[in-house]
């Protein structure tokens, strides 16, 4: 249960303020309690807990609460005080927290799905609390009746949830890679669009209402940002990462996107820049640059008595090219790619070794992230995952100091 207490240096790494062991199982949400030195957490062991920094600069339970089946995801709503937790068999339970947070009263259950419930959100102004599932679906239920208001289906596992308060606009991401938006009304709901992009599951959102940006990650190791705002569909891809993104936040005061990987990885792009959309790939049935067949383009192969070659494809035009013509690799973060990627020889001569500059920061979390949350107001961060371990984190030395400004993304 002690937490680890660490020095602050002067870095531009993220500092581990504290290191918080005690589940028994892996941590699936872990959530700052804002203007207060907490952490409420949620985990497969089927217990809730709420843990208070103490005196001796120690974190300890102050609320350990035991549930029926594992937790598999949370929200809290902090001027009410109220928790939402998801939970292994579909329901959803309310909780009550008393000022000092010390007691948990259960409010009520919502019968909410009927498998694994995987994101929560609260609306207090509709008093909805809106969840999706692994029965591939989304919910809003009414929390004054407890009553399911609307469910919309999907063909696969719907994995995580944003929404719009004001609009009541839900954003769906499910594991077939698809993200929908929908327009959630009191007992009914209209799909506004689908958006594709993803190679493999969608595994986190996260909605900017004020830019009225989408953030979404995947099990692709990419993320994609949609500019739902400006209506000309413009995606931006950022790939940095080297396993599955589970987590995202959007500063919209600094323009930084703060992700979280399962193998640890935490990075932090800056938004701030004028970056390119990534080529559509194009195709052909021969090299775009030597004209060479490639080996299903049986008729050039005979006529010109030559072996086909493989299709690649350049990052930065899109064309179709053989390895021949494609022998280099090179970074572009301006277009997203912050590792080295293929690219044809012409793109690799134009680029500068100024556009080789880094648009991102990356930092070694130590653990197996399956979850993080921010609060913004302190440039605070919390992680937990599989290996049962919650991490706090100060990222003022990351995304700099101007966050203590009080803004909050809601």
């Given at each position: 249960m002690a937490a680890e207490i660490h020095s602050r240096p002067q870095s531009s790494r993220p500092v581990l303020l504290s290191k918080i062991e005690g589940h028994q199982d892996a941590v699936t949400a872990a959530l700052l309690i804002p203007k207060e030195d907490g952490v409420i957490t949620a985990s497969e062991d089927r217990t809730i807990r709420v843990w208070l920094k103490r005196d001796s600069g120690q974190y300890w339970p102050s609320i350990y609460h035991t549930m029926a089946s594992p937790c598999s995801a949370m929200a809290y709503h902090h001027d009410s005080r109220r928790i939402f937790v998801g939970q292994d068999n579909g329901a959803v339970m309310e909780f009550h927290v008393s000022e000092d947070f010390n007691k948990m009263n259960f409010i009520k259950t919502y019968p909410a799905h009927q498998n694994r419930v995987s994101a929560i959100i609260f609306s207090l102004a509709t008093e909805w609390v809106i969840s999706t599932g692994y029965d591939k679906c989304v919910s809003w239920m009414c929390t004054r009746s407890g009553n399911m208001l609307g469910r919309h289906f999907f063909t696969s596992w719907a994995s995580c949830l944003q929404y719009d308060f004001d609009t009541q606009y839900a954003f769906v991401g499910d594991c077939s890679g698809q993200i929908t938006l929908l327009k959630l009304e009191q007992n009914t709901c209209s799909v506004i669009?689908?958006?594709?992009?993803?190679?493999?599951?969608?595994?986190?959102?996260?909605?900017?209402?004020?830019?009225?940006?989408?953030?979404?990650?995947?099990?692709?190791?990419?993320?994609?940002?949609?500019?739902?705002?400006?209506?000309?569909?413009?995606?931006?891809?950022?790939?940095?990462?080297?396993?599955?993104?589970?987590?995202?936040?959007?500063?919209?005061?600094?323009?930084?996107?703060?992700?979280?990987?399962?193998?640890?990885?935490?990075?932090?792009?800056?938004?701030?820049?004028?970056?390119?959309?990534?080529?559509?790939?194009?195709?052909?049935?021969?090299?775009?640059?030597?004209?060479?067949?490639?080996?299903?383009?049986?008729?050039?192969?005979?006529?010109?008595?030559?072996?086909?070659?493989?299709?690649?494809?350049?990052?930065?035009?899109?064309?179709?090219?053989?390895?021949?013509?494609?022998?280099?690799?090179?970074?572009?973060?301006?277009?997203?790619?912050?590792?080295?990627?293929?690219?044809?020889?012409?793109?690799?001569?134009?680029?500068?070794?100024?556009?080789?500059?880094?648009?991102?920061?990356?930092?070694?979390?130590?653990?197996?992230?399956?979850?993080?949350?921010?609060?913004?107001?302190?440039?605070?961060?919390?992680?937990?995952?599989?290996?049962?371990?919650?991490?706090?984190?100060?990222?003022?030395?990351?995304?700099?100091?101007?966050?203590?400004?009080?803004?909050?993304?809601?």
């Open positions: 669009t689908t958006l594709k992009g993803h190679e493999g599951s969608v595994t986190c959102l996260w909605w900017d209402p004020i830019q009225r940006l989408l953030f979404s990650g995947a099990s692709d190791n990419s993320i994609i940002m949609w500019d739902i705002g400006g209506r000309k569909g413009r995606t931006l891809l950022l790939q940095g990462h080297h396993d599955k993104v589970q987590s995202l936040c959007y500063l919209q005061l600094t323009r930084q996107l703060v992700s979280c990987s399962s193998d640890g990885g935490i990075a932090v792009w800056n938004m701030d820049v004028s970056r390119e959309e990534a080529p559509q790939w194009l195709e052909s049935d021969s090299c775009q640059k030597c004209e060479q067949p490639f080996f299903w383009n049986i008729k050039q192969m005979w006529d010109t008595k030559t072996l086909g070659l493989r299709q690649h494809h350049c990052r930065k035009c899109g064309q179709a090219v053989c390895g021949k013509c494609s022998s280099k690799r090179s970074t572009y973060p301006v277009m997203g790619f912050e590792f080295q990627v293929r690219v044809c020889d012409s793109c690799y001569d134009s680029i500068k070794d100024e556009d080789r500059t880094s648009l991102a920061t990356f930092h070694e979390g130590k653990h197996n992230i399956s979850h993080m949350s921010m609060d913004v107001a302190r440039g605070l961060m919390v992680t937990c995952g599989t290996d049962r371990i919650v991490k706090i984190w100060d990222m003022t030395p990351v995304v700099g100091c101007s966050l203590a400004t009080g803004f909050s993304p809601h």
